[in-house]
């Protein structure tokens, strides 16, 4: 029996561009876990939905996304783009990236690259949630239907992700912290109603509404602490406005997953959301600015629509 044979997508700017010298080691960590691996690395932003479309109808044992969240995200939008046609392919991650948010929702942080092929390669596929984008009015970004795994924002989130994109010097942590402290200078809570499964659960001031299929955005931001990424829901944060001091004050609960015992915080539970805004808002979609001046969206949940390589419970 021949082995597997996988399709690595890398994107070799991920963690400043440290992710490019990984082609090699991929190749031997999946020699060594008894499979074959062919690296192919992106060219551009959303070179890699393009690639995991064709890849998806060929003869793969699966296709693995290797970076940061971001190229999670292409990834994924092309594996659905593919499941839309009725055949896609399992989907891994191995996180080499900033935040790496979605690899720890499947169980697959902080592995070293043999162990990470390892359990790729001897992982049964199974289903997780995806979140989709129906339908939304914005100044620019891509035509719904497009995907998320692990969250989408509206508001300081978004804010801060703008930010992050801007930093060439920092990694890791270092990068968000610093995205956050620029925002706090120039602080906006714009008005927005919040329908959840039909029922408005906002029409206010907000600092921040959160869509999340995952717990954990921005790298260390429990924003929706209890989210599973195999429950069947999307969970929707909304934050009331506040000043700077409030802003501060909440950030390292946030960062603990606390926040939901805060004043004027509120999480919510349910299959489809609906987001308006008389003020056009940046949107980031599993940390990646997706567009801008975003006035209304639509999303909702596909429960286990994405198959993913991996081990552990999500």
Request: charged share 20%.
């Amino acid at each position: 029996m021949p082995p597997a044979e996988y399709y690595l997508i890398l994107n070799p700017a991920a963690d400043r561009g440290r992710a490019a010298r990984l082609a090699p080691k991929l190749e031997r960590a999946f020699r060594a876990a008894g499979a074959r691996a062919k690296v192919a690395p992106t060219e551009e932003r959303r070179h890699a939905i393009a690639l995991a479309e064709q890849a998806a109808g060929e003869e793969w044992s699966g296709v693995v996304a290797v970076g940061g969240d971001g190229i999670v995200h292409e990834v994924a939008n092309g594996m659905m783009r593919a499941a839309r046609n009725g055949h896609s392919l399992p989907m891994g991650a191995i996180g080499a990236g900033s935040g790496n948010d979605f690899v720890k929702m499947i169980g697959a942080y902080r592995l070293g690259l043999e162990e990470a092929a390892r359990r790729i390669v001897t992982a049964q596929p199974r289903g997780v949630d995806i979140g989709e984008v129906t339908g939304w009015l914005s100044e620019s970004g891509p035509a719904a239907p497009w995907y998320f795994v692990n969250g989408i924002g509206l508001g300081f989130d978004a804010q801060v992700a703008v930010q992050a994109s801007r930093i060439r010097r920092l990694r890791g942590m270092a990068i968000y912290v610093t995205a956050v402290v620029r925002v706090l200078s120039d602080l906006r809570a714009p008005r927005m109603r919040v329908v959840v499964d039909g029922e408005e659960v906002a029409d206010r001031k907000l600092i921040l509404t959160t869509i999340g299929n995952g717990a954990c955005h921005g790298g260390s931001f429990w924003l929706c602490p209890a989210a599973r990424v195999d429950d069947g829901l999307l969970d929707v944060l909304v934050g009331d406005a506040r000043g700077v001091g409030g802003v501060m004050a909440l950030i390292p609960r946030v960062m603990r997953g606390r926040h939901l015992e805060s004043r004027g915080v509120a999480l919510h539970q349910g299959r489809s959301v609906r987001i308006t805004s008389d003020t056009p808002l940046p949107i980031h979609a599993d940390g990646e600015i997706i567009g801008a001046g975003v006035r209304e969206i639509e999303a909702r949940v596909i429960p286990g629509a994405l198959r993913v390589l991996a081990q552990a419970s999500a």
